[in-house]
């Protein structure tokens, strides 16, 4: 059975600091794609990365995809209490099957 | 911008009942997907969708489920005899030919009773 492994499960910080999520597995996927779901909505597509140690930046955040496709990590610059929510991974297997990890609930305080 | 719907946002209905969940994805997609996440938990994978046909399922989509796409643009989940377990957000999804962006309805709050 494919899992992804999200830590840590909270993370509670000061606005201003920086800080880094992670998500492991031990199978190897075609892409991982980090989400951000709000309560009660549909989670919202953030980034995807495909090739072996890409990093894509959006803003303050930075995405890295390892280098054998098992493991990413999410680092946040500078958070601001809008960055506060539930961070989800979610793995492309290679026969159209998405694997989601359990999430980061990340609280910045003001 | 173009954007996945579900209706309804939330339905409730009787054990044993059958309900069916609709949704309309991004007109240009191929490919579509349902979610289901009983509250508190994680995100799961029902089924994926392509050309008409299943492409792949989980465990948890077992004979009492089936999806559909009865014109051009629904795709449909049905549940024939809910239970009690099956009450969950559930989640459509599509995704176009060209690369992994999957982008997500707002999801039907299903409440079996």
């Known amino acids: 059975t494919q899992l992804l492994e999200q830590s840590p499960q909270f993370l509670s910080i000061q606005e201003g600091e920086n800080l880094t999520v992670y998500c492991n597995s031990s199978s190897v996927f075609s892409s991982l794609q980090w989400y951000r779901q709000e309560p009660g909505e549909g989670p919202v597509l953030l980034v995807t990365?495909?090739?072996?140690?890409e990093v894509k930046k959006l803003k303050r955040l930075t995405f890295q995809f390892g280098d054998a496709r098992k493991d990413s990590s999410l680092h946040i610059t500078a958070a601001q209490p809008g960055d506060t929510g539930l961070y989800l991974c979610?793995?492309?297997?290679?026969?159209?099957?998405?694997?989601f990890g359990k999430g980061t609930r990340l609280h910045i305080l003001p | 911008e173009p954007e996945v719907t579900q209706t309804p946002s939330h339905q409730v209905t009787q054990m044993g009942q059958e309900v069916i969940l609709r949704c309309v994805p991004i007109?240009?997609?191929?490919?579509f997907y349902w979610y289901r996440q009983i509250l508190g938990q994680k995100v799961e994978f029902l089924v994926s969708?392509?050309?008409?046909?299943?492409?792949?399922k989980s465990e948890i989509f077992d004979d009492q489920f089936s999806v559909e796409r009865p014109d051009g643009s629904n795709f449909t989940l049905k549940i024939r005899s809910t239970k009690l377990e099956d009450s969950a957000m559930y989640f459509c999804?599509?995704?176009?030919?060209?690369?992994?962006?999957?982008?997500f309805g707002p999801g039907t709050r299903l409440t079996v009773t």
């Open positions: 969708f392509y050309n008409n046909e299943i492409s792949e």
């Open positions: 990365v495909v090739t072996g140690g």
């Open positions: 999804a599509s995704r176009d030919r060209v690369g992994y962006e999957q982008y």
């Open positions: 979610a793995g492309f297997t290679g026969d159209d099957k998405i694997i």
């Open positions: 007109s240009n997609h191929l490919y």
